[in-house]
């Protein structure tokens, strides 16, 4: 059963987003793959890195340190005797590392690497985050390069990536980077409560665009995930939606109810 929203489901930001965006690089390996056949390729790559302020952390046990509380015995001196020692629980700043997936379509017989599709994660809008450093580290050496750049932001939570210029007002963005037309670039807004867009998806110089349809891509991310009886639609969203799109979503939720 697909999800009961039109376009982007906003119940799955807060809860199950690390499944979903596995799912959904590969639903858009899967589309797009008879499009660009035999002369091209499209590869799920992999970025990883170390963050150093990662949320939800609550699994990390305190170490312990041992100090000198300043007591002494009653009649003792402290060159006679050693103070008793207390221990203190503290937490030290131990990285982890983080795997992030991408997709990159190549020419079947060089490997060059043509365009990286990226669909971005909640770390790579984090304020402060090495996430964030390190997707704006790769995301400058692809737009000094000869490769296209399309990005496709299905978060509501975080920060906007920088452009020269204002942002669209939007829920969401697709962004398309052709190498020959930088620093211009193609924005896509996208909104909660429409379908998401076709985006197209640029190839070599003397090729034509292929489009990705991004509602296709997802639907099939949300079936092969069964969200439809594992998301709990009873919670609040997060990002908490404003009054308007919150009583929106609830009049759809009380829609499906009333259809099962």
Not at 109 to 128: C, F, H, M, W, Y
């Amino acid at each position: 059963m697909p999800s009961p929203f039109p376009g982007m489901d906003p119940y799955i930001e807060g809860k199950s987003w690390a499944n979903f965006h596995f799912r959904l690089i590969g639903s858009v390996a899967d589309s797009i793959m008879p499009e660009i056949r035999p002369k091209y390729v499209v590869i799920a790559e992999e970025r990883v890195y170390l963050e150093h302020e990662v949320e939800g952390r609550d699994h990390i046990r305190p170490d312990l340190t041992i100090v000198d509380d300043g007591s002494l015995p009653y009649g003792s001196s402290r060159s006679a005797t050693a103070a008793v020692a207390r221990p203190v629980a503290i937490t030290l700043p131990i990285p982890e590392e983080m795997r992030e997936h991408y997709l990159t379509i190549r020419n079947r017989e060089t490997q060059d690497v043509v365009t990286i599709i990226e669909v971005l994660s909640p770390a790579n809008k984090r304020p402060g985050s090495d996430g964030k450093s390190e997707y704006l580290r790769k995301r400058e050496e692809v737009l000094r390069s000869r490769t296209h750049l399309v990005e496709i932001d299905l978060l509501r939570g975080g920060d906007r990536l920088p452009v020269r210029g204002s942002q669209p007002e939007c829920d969401y963005i697709a962004l398309v980077s052709r190498e020959r037309k930088r620093p211009r670039a193609e924005a896509y807004p996208i909104f909660l409560r429409q379908q998401l867009p076709i985006t197209p998806i640029p190839l070599a110089e003397g090729d034509p665009d292929i489009s990705l349809d991004l509602q296709k891509a997802f639907t099939l991310a949300y079936d092969r995930a069964g969200y439809d009886y594992s998301l709990d639609y009873g919670r609040e969203v997060e990002p908490p939606l404003d009054d308007e799109d919150s009583s929106w979503a609830a009049a759809i939720l009380a829609e499906r109810i009333q259809e099962s």
